[in-house]
Nanobody, 116 residues
Framework: QVQLVESGGGLVQPGGSLRLSCAAS????????MSWYRQAPGKEREFVAA????????NYADSMKGRFTISRDTSKNMLSLQMNSLKPEDTAVYYC?????????WGKGTLVTVSS
């Protein structure tokens, strides 16, 4: 049974930091490219960051570059997203996604609220 379980969301003040985690199980984590997406209230889901399965190369949406860092720990089947210098517009539900040769899996999301 495939599971992607996000955690680490919460309320943070503007300028603050949060670290999101995504625990993966039920598939061969090392074979899957992993990414984070987010969906703000009333908006479409958008790409945040991605990391490849092999080389660990990373890619970010322009508005996240320099503030967010994606990483993976294959030994723990864990994906992370370090978010710094958070802004109110970063408020959204953040989703973990796994993309393999044949399947794409999604987690249920974790809510991040940036507000004073």
């Amino acid at each position: 049974q495939v599971q992607l379980v996000e955690s680490g969301g919460g309320l943070v003040q503007p300028g603050g930091s949060l670290r999101l985690s995504c625990a993966a199980s039920g598939f061969t984590f090392s074979n899957y490219a992993m990414s984070w997406y987010r969906q703000a209230p009333g908006k479409e889901r958008e790409f945040v960051a991605a990391i490849t399965s092999s080389s660990g190369s990373t890619n970010y949406a322009d508005s996240m570059k320099g503030r967010f860092t994606i990483s993976r720990d294959t030994s723990k089947n864990m994906l992370s997203l370090q978010m710094n210098s958070l802004k109110p517009e970063d408020t959204a539900v953040y989703y973990c996604r796994a993309r393999g040769p044949y399947y794409v899996y999604w987690g249920k999301g974790t809510l991040v609220t940036v507000s004073s």
